[in-house]
């Protein structure tokens, strides 16, 4: 604030007290108490009015040469750098505002946040500092190509350009996020344009950090601007957000620079916020129908009004931005095989000319290789260890004789070199059945077959391994023993039988086959029957029950032996299972999970189950699903056999868009585990989400082979027919044979 040379009478009231330039301070005052001529909008105008320099003005070392904008906190000016002479923009609190400590902590927040970003596309600040007249002010790159605000209507014509521009700026956001930099405040004004036209984020005025707990949104009364927003941002507390909030608010930008408008219009703030709240946003090309569906997509993806539905990161917008430019298909939309064979045949003219005339030849080899027979079928490899048969006379002893089976086929899944089929798909083949017919549904080359008879103290183990493809007998042992032997008897039966299969075991599959899992029969007892309930968790109707005792058979069997790290696996497994499936969503069963998990750890830090039950825990309590990848991949290495890794990886794959990723892995869950009804039932929601209502159809034909009264597959699988050709005789006439079966 500076005061004129010469004193001016005011031509209103005649003061001479002037302040800024010109403005007389009587009538200033006048009107901020209140005079009946004026309003809160012409105060806030003579208040601004001070702010106005002198055209020979100066801030420290800047000389100010024009405004070039203001905020409702600050002015910006454009400058000369008094030594270097350097063109800056120059951002000094507005003097109204110098005795509000909200928003003189928000200015500094802005400088911080900013200063400590260095990104080609993020405005840099130079120089921050506090000027004569003791207000904060800071120095940053000029943007002399305005702002998309500006060059939003010469973009509406230029979805290429607007796509390029967004993908710069997801690109930046995602680097401040990544330095824990949440923005908060993104909007077409905050996104400026170089000489060059390439984006800067500038404004970061409200920004947060993520790793900081703050309460200054709950002190301000601006929290963004309505229409671009996430409606978790408007209603929620700073600590709850995400950067899925400015995944948002880059969404809603490019729905702006696409149609001219944000995706939410109304009378006011509130109206605005308030349907962002409650309604789905519009669709892109409800407003301009030329627009790329694919386009459309990418931003109904980023403008969910669940966070968790968005795209996970401002990185994966840029990547599905980026993919559309290169004619890619984009994560958020799935596309069919055809259509993706179609677009890159077009990116690609002259390698598809040349797969095209390859695959004439090969059509044509492959026939004559068919008619002569030149090709054999390929040779189904693995093994299924079958339920073994309890030859003692008690009930309690057909349980054993489960334990024993199990604990085989456990040990036997530790080998890299070989196929194991999963228990689920081995279960249903208790008793009798051929070998060669149970080799073709499991797709395996070699069945274990066992009886268990216990008696007085003593066990009488019989085992035989069959070649499934010729129904020979490939080996087979009588075992009698003590109960007490039980897992000596178990190692040595998987070290022969990988042995009969010529199979490669490195020394730490073998120390893991060698090594008990406890020295406690009763305690290995109580963890059998756990694990057994647990398995069963998806065909049950008693969940919450089963789980419940599936924890007190788990906590009683690693009291008998605290060294018990299978039990603790399956305890750690169970309390999330809890938590997940909403039988117990509290921070005490989480608590209890974080318990079970630090004991694993400390008892095999670099264990594959280890690695698998922190993947669990990661996903089923945390949703996090970077992280549980992590956990899995390391689990990959000395788990070759666990269904469950792959199953997980394509539920994580799914969530994050990857649907291809995801059949392959969930297929390769199958694989290992065929005649697993859960298994097959993912699989089929997958296909329903691609519309791919064939396989879809297919897969669900499988799960209803194994549960054929299964009410929702049923009712899915004439879905099928209503979704694919519009035909709803079958839902029809299957909801009529489910309701004469059971009315209720």
Same mark, same amino acid.
Not at 341 to 357: I, Y
Not at 443 to 451: A, I, Q, R
Not at 667 to 693: H, K, M, V, W
């Given at each position: 604030m500076r005061l004129p040379k010469e004193a001016v009478p005011c031509s209103e009231c005649g003061s001479t007290s002037r302040v800024g330039r010109g403005l007389c301070l009587t009538c200033l005052l006048n009107q901020g108490l209140g005079a009946d001529t004026c309003n809160h909008e012409a105060l806030e105008d003579a208040l601004a009015g001070i702010d106005v320099p002198d055209a020979d003005w100066r801030l420290g070392n800047y000389q100010i040469l024009e405004e070039i904008g203001r905020g409702g906190m600050g002015v910006i000016y454009r400058a000369r750098q008094r030594h270097s002479r350097r063109i800056v923009a120059v951002k000094r609190i507005l003097s109204y505002?110098?005795?509000?400590?909200?928003?003189?902590?928000?200015? $500094? $927040? %802005?400088?911080?946040?900013?200063?400590?970003?260095?990104?080609? #596309?993020?405005?840099?600040?130079? %120089?921050?500092?506090? #000027?004569?007249?003791? *207000?904060?002010?800071?120095?940053?790159?000029?943007?002399?190509?305005?702002?998309?605000?500006?060059?939003?209507?010469?973009?509406?014509? %230029?979805?290429?350009?607007?796509?390029?521009?967004?993908?710069?700026?997801?690109?930046?956001?995602?680097? &401040?996020?990544?330095?824990?930099?949440?923005?908060r405040d993104l909007k077409p004004g905050n996104i400026l344009l170089d000489g060059h036209g390439e984006p800067l984020v500038s404004d970061f005025g409200l920004a947060t950090w993520l790793d900081t707990p703050s309460d200054l949104t709950h002190t301000l009364t601006i929290f963004g601007t309505p229409g671009y927003i996430a409606p978790e941002q408007a209603n929620g507390?700073?600590?709850?957000?995400t950067p899925a909030a400015d995944v948002y608010s880059l969404g809603a930008i490019l729905f702006n620079l696409f149609t001219g408008r944000p995706p939410f219009l109304g009378e006011h703030a509130l109206a605005i916020i308030q349907q962002a709240a409650t309604k789905p946003a519009p669709k892109l090309r409800s407003l301009e129908p030329t627009l790329d569906r694919d386009l459309?997509?990418?931003?109904? @993806?980023?403008?969910?009004?669940?966070?968790?539905?968005r795209y996970l990161s401002a990185g994966d917008l840029a990547e599905d931005l980026e993919r559309w430019l290169e004619g890619r298909h984009?994560?958020?939309?799935?596309?069919?095989?055809?259509?993706?064979?179609?677009?890159?045949? +077009? $990116?690609?003219? =002259?390698?598809?000319?040349?797969?095209?005339?390859?695959?004439?030849?090969?059509?044509?080899?492959?026939?004559?290789?068919?008619?002569?027979?030149?090709?054999?079928?390929?040779?189904?490899?693995?093994?299924?260890v079958l339920p073994f048969e309890n030859l003692s006379a008690e009930d309690e002893s057909a349980f054993f004789a489960d334990s024993v089976q199990d604990g085989i086929l456990t040990k036997l899944a530790r080998v890299a070199d070989l196929k194991v089929i999963g228990r689920t798909s081995v279960?249903?083949?208790?008793?009798?059945?051929?070998?060669?017919?149970? &080799?073709?549904?499991?797709?395996?080359?070699?069945?274990?077959?066992?009886?268990?008879?216990?008696?007085?103290?003593?066990?009488?183990?019989?085992v035989q391994l069959v070649d499934a493809r010729t129904g020979a007998h490939v080996w087979a042992e009588r075992y009698e023993c003590d109960v007490s032997e039980l897992f000596s008897v178990q190692s040595g039966?998987?070290?022969?039988?990988?042995?009969?299969?010529?199979?490669? =075991?490195?020394?730490?599959?073998?120390? &893991?086959? @060698?090594?008990?899992?406890?020295?406690?029969? =009763?305690?290995?007892?109580?963890? !059998?029957?756990?694990?057994?309930?647990?398995?069963?968790?998806?065909?049950?109707?008693?969940?919450?029950?089963?789980?419940?005792?599936?924890?007190?058979?788990?906590?009683?069997?690693?009291?008998r032996d605290p060294l018990f790290f299978d039990a603790y696996c399956q305890l750690a497994g169970a309390h999330d299972r809890m938590y997940f499936l909403g039988f117990d969503h509290t921070e005490a069963r989480l608590k209890l999970s974080e318990t079970v998990m630090q004991s694993i750890r400390r008892l095999r830090p670099d264990s594959g189950q280890t690695h698998l039950a922190l993947a669990q825990h990661f996903y089923w309590a945390y949703q996090d699903y970077d992280r549980a990848r992590v956990e899995l991949d390391a689990a990959r290495t000395t788990l070759p056999n666990e269904s469950q890794i792959a199953l997980m990886a394509g539920?994580?794959? +799914?969530?994050?868009?990857?649907?291809?990723?995801?059949?392959? %892995?969930? #297929?390769?869950?199958? &694989?290992?585990?065929?005649? #697993?009804? !859960?298994? *097959?039932?993912?699989?089929?929601?997958?296909?329903?989400?691609? +519309?791919?209502?064939?396989?879809?159809?297919?897969?669900?034909? $499988?799960?209803?082979?194994l549960a054929p009264k299964d009410i929702p597959s049923r009712v899915r699988r004439a879905w099928t027919d209503l979704e694919s050709r519009a035909n709803p005789k079958l839902l029809h006439t299957t909801i009529e044979t489910i309701l004469a079966e059971d009315p209720n």
């Open positions: 505002h110098a005795d509000s400590q909200e928003t003189l902590v928000r200015f $500094r $927040r %802005e400088a911080e946040a900013a200063a400590r970003l260095d990104h080609p #596309n993020i405005l840099p600040i130079y %120089e921050v500092g506090v #000027n004569e007249d003791g *207000l904060p002010s800071f120095s940053m790159k000029f943007a002399s190509g305005g702002s998309l605000l500006d060059a939003g209507p010469a973009l509406r014509n %230029e979805p290429r350009r607007s796509v390029a521009l967004i993908a710069k700026v997801a690109r930046a956001v995602q680097y &401040a996020h990544v330095q824990g930099v949440l923005h507390s700073v600590a709850k957000l459309e997509t990418i931003c109904a @993806k980023c403008l969910e009004r669940e966070p968790k539905t984009i994560i958020a939309r799935p596309v069919s095989p055809p259509a993706r064979v179609w677009r890159w045949s +077009r $990116r690609n003219p =002259v390698v598809a000319g040349m797969a095209a005339l390859l695959l004439i030849l090969g059509t044509a080899v492959g026939a004559l290789i068919w008619k002569g027979q030149f090709a054999t079928p390929p040779v189904a490899s693995g093994i299924a279960l249903p083949y208790r008793g009798a059945h051929s070998a060669q017919q149970i &080799a073709q549904a499991l797709n395996v080359s070699h069945v274990l077959e066992g009886s268990v008879r216990r008696n007085a103290g003593k066990i009488f183990l019989h039966i998987t070290q022969k039988v990988a042995a009969q299969l010529h199979a490669r =075991v490195s020394a730490v599959e073998e120390a &893991a086959i @060698k090594e008990p899992p406890t020295t406690d029969l =009763v305690a290995y007892d109580r963890y !059998s029957r756990a694990k057994g309930l647990v398995n069963g968790i998806a065909f049950s109707t008693r969940g919450k029950e089963d789980l419940l005792q599936a924890v007190q058979l788990l906590n009683q069997a690693i009291a539920y994580i794959d +799914r969530r994050q868009g990857l649907w291809d990723k995801s059949l392959e %892995e969930m #297929n390769r869950a199958l &694989a290992l585990d065929p005649r #697993n009804f !859960s298994i *097959l039932q993912q699989i089929s929601l997958t296909y329903e989400a691609l +519309r791919r209502y064939k396989e879809m159809a297919a897969t669900l034909d $499988r799960a209803l082979a």
